[in-house]
C-alpha cells in the first residue's frame, strides 16, 4: 500500500466519523450500517440499552443502447426497529454467518417496521457517492429480499439465533 492510498483511507475515515457523528447518535450503533456497506448485506447489533439494524436492497439500471449500466445500493439504517405488521409467507433458503450450510426458514413477503430513527443511504457506483439522509417517517414497508432480510435480522435481534429446517433434509429428485 503507498502512502497516496493510505491517506485517502484516513481522508475517508475522517468524513465517515463526521457523517456518524452528524446524526447524534451513539458510535456502536452504527455497527450494521458500516458493515452492510463494506462487506455488503444486512446486519443488526444490541447491546443491554439499545438495537439498530442495517437492511440492503439493490436495483440495477442498465442500457440496452449503450450495454452499461451499475447496481445502486439502498441501506435502510434503523435505531430501535420494531415489527408492527407482516404480510404473506415466503419459504426460502438463508444462510448465517454462525452456520455453516443454509436453512428453510419462513419470511414475509410485506414487512412494516417502525423505528425510533430510519437512516437511507444510497450508494451510488456510478457516481463514487455514498448519499445518506435522516427520514422525516418513522415506519417503513419493505417487500421482496429487503423484507426477508429484514426479518432475518429481527430474529437475531429478538432470539438471537436464526433457526430453521436444514438444508440435508431435502430430497433429491432426477428429473429426466
Known amino acids: 500500500m503507498d502512502i497516496e492510498e493510505i491517506q485517502a ?4 475515515s475522517a468524513l465517515e466519523k463526521h457523517m456518524i457523528s452528524s446524526f447524534g447518535i451513539q458510535e456502536d450503533l452504527f455497527l450494521p ?10 446486519w443488526s447489533y444490541a447491546s443491554e440499552e439499545t438495537k439498530s439494524m442495517a437492511v ?15 447496481t445502486l445500493e439502498k441501506i435502510y439504517f434503523f435505531i430501535e426497529p420494531e415489527v408492527i405488521a407482516e404480510e404473506g ?9 454462525t452456520k ?4 428453510l426458514v419462513e419470511r414475509p413477503y410485506i414487512i412494516t417496521l417502525h423505528a425510533k430513527k430510519i437512516i437511507f443511504a444510497e450508494v451510488n457506483p456510478d457516481l ?12 417503513i414497508k419493505l417487500k421482496g429480499t ?7 435480522e429481527m430474529e437475531h435481534l429478538e432470539k438471537g439465533e436464526v433457526g430453521g429446517i436444514p438444508l440435508w433434509t431435502f430430497e433429491y429428485i432426477k428429473s429426466q
Open 146 to 152: 429487503p423484507a426477508y432480510s429484514a426479518a432475518h
Open 9 to 12: 483511507i484516513f481522508k475517508f
Open 56 to 70: 440492503k436492497d439493490v436495483i440495477t439500471y442498465y442500457s440496452e443502447e449503450s450495454k452499461t449500466g451499475y
Open 100 to 103: 455453516e450450510e443454509r436453512e
Open 33 to 42: 450500517f458500516l458493515l452492510s456497506l463494506k462487506s455488503g448485506g444486512s
Open 128 to 139: 463514487r457517492k455514498i448519499t445518506v439522509r435522516e427520514l422525516k417517517k418513522k415506519h
Open 89 to 97: 409467507v415466503i419459504q426460502r433458503l438463508e444462510k448465517c454467518g
